[in-house]
Structures are given as structure tokens and as C-alpha cells.
């Protein structure tokens, strides 16, 4: 079966940078492209990067482009989000996500990022 297992959450002051990893496994990962998302509380999960199967092209939230940078390496089924410039408002529950047609949407347990002083 599909497993997303997220890690690198913590706490990080304003200004600092954390890297976010998610390793797969369960289906073939250098066919799909990947997602990250976030969830702060009393808020919707909404998407903050995506990657295609081959790491060619990337897209971005508006609120985190030129901070953050999403990357995948096939060889070791891991997707990774490199933020940097943290804010507070980056704050939330951070999770990767596989999306196969037919089969819907894959998520990980979640890693929580929290951006204080």
C-alpha cells in the first residue's frame, strides 16, 4: 500500500529555514508527480508547491514563492521542500501527497512547522 512518512518539522525563529522530506513507497514513484500542503489551524488544507514526475517543473502559492523550493530525487523516492525566510503565518501542519488516476489522493501523516520567536 501507499506510505507518505513526512519528517524535518519543528520549530524555527522568523527569518530561519527548515527542509522537509517525504520518502514513498507502495507505487511506483518517479511516474507521479508530487504535491506538498499545509494546514494551519481553524484554516483548509491548501497546496504550496508541486513537482512533475521528473522534477522539470515546479509551481508554487503565491505566499511562499522565492522562499520555498520543492525537489524530488527518484533514486531514494523522496520529495523535499526547502523553506526558507520563515514567517509565522508559514506555521501549520506540512504534508506530501501523491495524486494516481483512478486510484485518488495519497497523504502522509503530516509534520508540524512552527515559526516563533
Known amino acids: 500500500q501507499v506510505q507518505l512518512v513526512e519528517s524535518g518539522g519543528g520549530l524555527v525563529q522568523p527569518g530561519g529555514s527548515l527542509r522537509l522530506s517525504c520518502k514513498a513507497s507502495?507505487?511506483?514513484?518517479?511516474?507521479?508527480?508530487m504535491f506538498w500542503h499545509r494546514q494551519a489551524p481553524g484554516k483548509e488544507r491548501g497546496m504550496v508547491a508541486s513537482?512533475?514526475?521528473?522534477?522539470?517543473?515546479?509551481n508554487y502559492a503565491a505566499s511562499v514563492k522565492g522562499r520555498f523550493t520543492i525537489s524530488r530525487d527518484n533514486a531514494k523516492n523522496t520529495v523535499y521542500l526547502q523553506m526558507n525566510g520563515l514567517k509565522p503565518e508559514d506555521t501549520a501542519v506540512y504534508y506530501c501527497?501523491?495524486?494516481?488516476?483512478?486510484?485518488?489522493?495519497?497523504w502522509g501523516q503530516g509534520t508540524q512547522v512552527t515559526v516563533s520567536s
Open positions: 501527497s501523491v495524486i494516481r488516476p483512478g486510484r485518488g489522493n495519497d
Open positions: 513537482i512533475t514526475n521528473t522534477g522539470g517543473f515546479t
Open positions: 507502495g507505487f511506483t514513484f518517479s511516474s507521479y508527480p
